[in-house]
């Protein structure tokens, strides 16, 4: 196992991709914080499948847009678990928007969950692993931290700052022994665009951009974030692993 006694807190873990890597987490014997911000069931369901599985997790609320729930998220996995050694800033949004009808209130909730929310809860994870004596913190980037998306800008710009981010983290936090690094996913199936991919002309011309023919499934994320969780990533620091089935090189 080999994130044997680590504690994780994985945001967004109800649903997509959070949930595969919180379930993944549990299997390589990590305690888990399940955070949702609206998805209560999923989330208590994605606890219970942990449990059958005989692994540990609970699952907490928290919006990472909104900053006074911060601290509540990290005092209660500490209260549950007595440390925390890996935050995973999975949560994430985007909005269909052509750049000509753009407005500030798109840009205001997706900067506040997608880079805000990452920035100022990796700050608060960096604060107790610094005390503790180092730790790991994984951002879910995407595809679109370097190449642009019709009518995904705003959240094309969250994500290129997510590669920043986790620069200047790792930088700084380096001294304390703390990981930062992020995880940029191609096309995988989840909530975020069910619609889209199944569509089957869409997934047609999608397959023809990806050399291994397939779209993503939120498992194929789990080795790469296991690996920036564990020991096997420690001289790994400030850059981004790409998971994309190649769609980056065409
Ligand atoms: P998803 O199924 O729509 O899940 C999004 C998750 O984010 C949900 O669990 C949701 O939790 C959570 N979330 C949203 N706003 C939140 C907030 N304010 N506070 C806490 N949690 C919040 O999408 P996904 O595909 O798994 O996306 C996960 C991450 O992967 C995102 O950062 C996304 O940008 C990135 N990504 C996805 C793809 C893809 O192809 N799917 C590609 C590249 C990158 P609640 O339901 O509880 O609100």
Not at 25 to 40: I, K
Not at 159 to 184: D, P, T
Request: with cysteine; charged share 20%.
């Amino acid at each position: 196992m080999r994130l044997k006694d680590k504690v994780a807190i994985v945001t967004g873990a109800g649903r997509g991709i959070g949930r595969a890597i919180a379930i993944g987490y549990a299997r390589e014997g990590a305690r888990v914080v399940v955070n949702y911000s609206r998805s209560q069931h999923a989330a208590e369901e994605a606890v219970d499948e942990i449990h059958a599985a005989g692994g540990r997790a609970i699952a907490v609320r928290a919006d990472v847009a909104q900053m006074d729930d911060h601290a509540p998220l990290i005092e209660r996995t500490l209260a549950e678990f007595g440390a925390l050694d890996i935050l995973v800033n999975n949560a994430g949004v985007e909005f269909n928007e052509p750049v000509l009808e753009s407005t500030p209130e798109t840009w205001d909730q997706t900067v506040a969950v997608n880079l805000r929310g990452a920035y100022f809860l990796g700050c608060a994870a960096a604060r107790v692993m610094a005390r503790a004596g180092g730790g790991k913190i994984v951002n879910i980037s995407s595809v679109h931290d370097v190449e642009p998306l019709r009518n995904r800008a705003i959240y094309s710009i969250t994500k290129a700052g997510l590669l920043m981010l986790v620069k200047s983290l790792a930088l700084e936090l380096a001294e304390h022994n703390i990981h930062v690094n992020a995880i940029s996913p191609g096309a995988i199936l989840t909530d975020m665009n069910r619609k889209h991919l199944t569509d089957p002309p869409r997934r047609e011309r999608l397959l023809t951009q990806i050399p291994m023919k397939r779209i993503g499934d939120p498992r194929d994320l789990v080795g790469a974030a296991v690996f920036l969780a564990s020991p096997e990533s420690d001289y790994v620091t400030g850059t981004t692993i790409y998971v994309d089935g190649g769609l980056l090189l065409l």
